[in-house]
Structures are given as structure tokens and as C-alpha cells.
């Protein structure tokens, strides 16, 4: 079946850095667009960066400080997060998306910035 597991996150303080990874399995992973997506306390899931094969497009709250990357030899997405806020705090998801539109989550992975 289709998994995919979220790591690397934990508490960080506000202008530190975590990298977050998302190993999938049950897929070509090569095949899908993947993205990262984050859901803080009381608010909706909103997307954070998304990479296709032509594009990667990036929240305006995270742009130049989180870089999202792939490595298709290992079936897994990357999320650099540098110049961590307080307000980053959330959990985030990774998501696959194929072109067909079957679409999967991982469980997510809380991440807490101190201040």
C-alpha cells in the first residue's frame, strides 16, 4: 500500500533551521508531483511548496527561507526551513499527486519554533 512518513521534525527556535524529510513508498515515485503542506492550531491546511516536473511554487510566507526537494533515486521529498518564525509553527504533510489525480497523505510531523 501506498505510505508516506514524514521526519525530521521537533521544536526549533525562531531563526534556526530543521530539515524535514517524506519517504514514500507504494508508488512511482518519480511519476508524482509531491509538495509539503502545514496545518496550524485553528486554521486550515494551506499549501506550502509544491514541485512538479516543469515548476516549484512556494507559499509567500516561505519564500527564500524553505526550499523543497526531491531525490527520486531514494523516493523521497526534502523541506529545508531556515530562518525559522513562531509562526511556522504547525504540522506539516507531505502529498503526492499524480497527473491521473489520485492523490495521498502522510500522518505529518508537528514542528514548534520557540521564540
Known amino acids: 500500500q501506498v505510505q508516506l512518513v514524514e521526519s525530521g521534525g521537533g521544536l526549533g527556535q525562531a531563526g534556526g533551521s530543521l530539515r524535514l524529510s517524506c519517504a514514500a513508498s507504494g508508488i512511482t515515485f518519480s511519476t508524482f508531483h509531491m509538495g509539503w503542506y502545514r496545518q496550524a492550531p485553528g486554521k486550515q491546511r494551506e499549501s506550502v511548496a509544491f514541485t512538479t516536473r516543469v515548476t516549484t511554487r512556494y507559499a509567500d510566507s516561505v519564500k527564500g527561507r524553505f526550499i523543497v526537494s526531491r531525490d527520486n533515486a531514494k523516493n523521497t521529498l526534502y523541506l529545508q526551513m531556515n530562518s525559522l518564525k513562531p509562526e511556522d509553527t504547525a504540522v506539516y504533510y507531505c502529498?503526492?499527486?499524480?497527473?491521473?489525480?489520485?492523490?495521498?497523505w502522510g500522518q505529518g510531523t508537528q514542528v514548534t519554533v520557540s521564540s
Open positions: 502529498y503526492a499527486q499524480h497527473e491521473t489525480g489520485a492523490a495521498y
